[in-house]
């Protein structure tokens, strides 16, 4: 069994520790949550576990995110942070014990191995369905206030000198010290910065002749890149192809589908089947800054990336344990201060982030000559120099934490 280095993510202070007067239980819940999801669960999970009292309001019915199929993968510091929110054991997780990354018609690839690392795993792929539904029965266990099939229709400031805001809904007018938006998407406006990859994603999974032996492909394309990952016993699949063809893909057989994907993968793995396919639109959408005045956005609220990399959920999560341990402990937990100070400890991360899966797609979503025999370089230095494939592996693990 491979030890694993201590945790990037620690545990919460003990209770009565944190000097929180927004206790949990019966007490005051400063926090509104607007979005019942993954992200915004977890986020009433960790101030929760830092003795502060939140509540999430909820337009779709109670448990609606339990038949999300989509696939997500879970970095190691994903893993982390859901093990100390008390649900990593109620998630059904295939563990990724290798990323092998290469370039289709370029010399040139690398491949990451968990053993490298002193790790298990480099990360682990699970529907979202399994892991809401693991952060919705740990909801239910600690009585957090879930307000199911209630829209906020809007958020307003209270009068100057007030400390909290108004939520409207149709049940009328609620206050709250923070409010967290964490669904929905970013608006295109003065606050946001927007770009139309020209590219959908193709989502299914498929079987395959030979066991995938637990390893992840990352496959780059001219016309974008192509993900696999190992999830039970098939593969996820996360295909890119340009918008022009995205109607003719998505309708054709699952015979003709399985020749188009192999030609773009290559011989290393034969698929034998495929499930119904998803299309999504990529566009890369992220606010400016995720704070505002008592509001903080996260998820896809905050920032819509890229598939490429599996970056967009651990992101989130990040930012969700680094807001608890911001506001947890406060008095007012909407007090500008507080929220420079998350938006300044994350700002790293998050822009690193944004910048490196932007950069991927740009860089490696096209047949441009010299760019291909400079990606294959790339990557052929990246596979002979450990320590920098040690540091690209780590980054992916634990974000801007890593080091």
């Known amino acids: 069994m491979i030890g694993?280095?201590?945790?990037?993510?620690g545990p919460p202070p003990a209770r009565g520790e944190t000097g929180n007067s927004a206790s949990?239980?019966?007490?005051?819940?400063?926090?509104?949550?607007?979005?019942?999801?993954?992200?915004?669960?977890?986020?009433?999970?960790?101030?929760?576990?830092?003795?502060?009292?939140?509540?999430?309001?909820?337009?779709?019915?109670?448990?609606?995110?339990?038949?999300?199929?989509?696939?997500?993968?879970?970095?190691q510091g994903s893993r982390q942070i859901l093990d100390w929110l008390g649900v990593w054991?109620?998630?059904?997780?295939?563990?990724?014990?290798?990323?092998?990354?290469?370039?289709?018609?370029?010399?040139?690839?690398?491949?990451?191995?968990?053993?490298?690392?002193?790790?298990?795993?480099?990360?682990?792929v699970a529907t979202a369905a399994s892991v809401a539904a693991a952060l919705d029965d740990a909801l239910a266990g600690k009585r957090i206030p879930f307000h199911e099939h209630v829209r906020v229709d809007r958020v307003d400031q209270k009068p100057a000198g007030t400390e909290s805001m108004s939520l409207f809904t149709a049940n009328g007018e609620l206050p709250a010290r923070l409010?967290?938006?964490?669904?929905?998407?970013v608006e295109a406006d003065a606050e946001a910065v927007t770009h139309d990859y020209g590219q959908h994603a193709v989502i299914c999974t498929v079987t395959?002749?030979?066991?995938?032996?637990?390893?992840?492909?990352?496959?780059?394309?001219?016309?974008?890149?192509?993900?696999?990952?190992?999830?039970?016993?098939?593969?996820?699949?996360?295909?890119?192809?340009?918008?022009?063809?995205?109607?003719?893909?998505?309708?054709?057989?699952?015979?003709?589908?399985?020749?188009?994907?192999?030609?773009?993968?290559?011989?290393?793995?034969?698929?034998?089947?495929a499930s119904p396919r998803q299309v999504f639109p990529l566009r890369l959408r992220y606010r400016k800054s995720p704070v505002g005045n008592r509001a903080v956005w996260l998820g896809n609220a905050a920032q819509t990336l890229h598939p490429v990399a599996g970056q967009g959920f651990n992101l989130a999560l990040r930012d969700v344990w680094e807001l608890s341990r911001c506001?947890?402990?406060?008095?007012?937990?909407?007090?500008?201060?507080?929220?420079?100070?998350?938006?300044?400890?994350?700002?790293?991360?998050?822009?690193?982030?944004?910048?490196?899966?932007d950069s991927l797609i740009r860089l490696f979503s096209n047949d441009n000559p010299a760019l291909r025999h400079g990606r294959g370089l790339g990557l052929l230095a990246l596979d002979l120099l450990p320590p920098l494939k040690s540091f690209v592996a780590k980054r992916m693990m634990y974000g801007a934490r890593a080091w």
Do not use: W
């Open 4 to 9: 694993e280095p201590a945790s990037k993510y």
């Open 24 to 75: 949990t239980g019966d007490g005051p819940r400063h926090v509104a949550i607007v979005g019942g999801g993954p992200v915004g669960m977890a986020l009433a999970l960790a101030l929760e576990l830092h003795g502060a009292g939140a509540q999430i309001f909820e337009a779709r019915e109670r448990g609606a995110a339990r038949s999300d199929q989509r696939i997500l993968a879970l970095s």
């Open 89 to 124: 054991h109620r998630i059904a997780a295939t563990p990724i014990a290798a990323i092998h990354v290469s370039q289709q018609g370029g010399l040139g690839r690398t491949r990451l191995k968990a053993e490298d690392e002193g790790v298990e795993a480099l990360g682990y």
């Open 179 to 185: 409010v967290v938006f964490a669904e929905g998407r």
């Open 208 to 273: 395959t002749e030979k066991p995938h032996g637990n390893v992840a492909f990352e496959r780059f394309t001219a016309q974008g890149p192509l993900a696999l990952l190992p999830h039970g016993r098939a593969l996820a699949v996360v295909y890119t192809c340009p918008d022009d063809e995205v109607a003719a893909l998505s309708t054709l057989d699952d015979a003709s589908f399985l020749v188009r994907l192999q030609a773009h993968f290559g011989a290393r793995m034969e698929f034998l089947s």
């Open 327 to 357: 506001v947890g402990d406060a008095q007012d937990p909407g007090a500008a201060a507080l929220l420079a100070r998350y938006a300044g400890r994350r700002r790293a991360d998050r822009m690193g982030v944004i910048g490196f899966t």
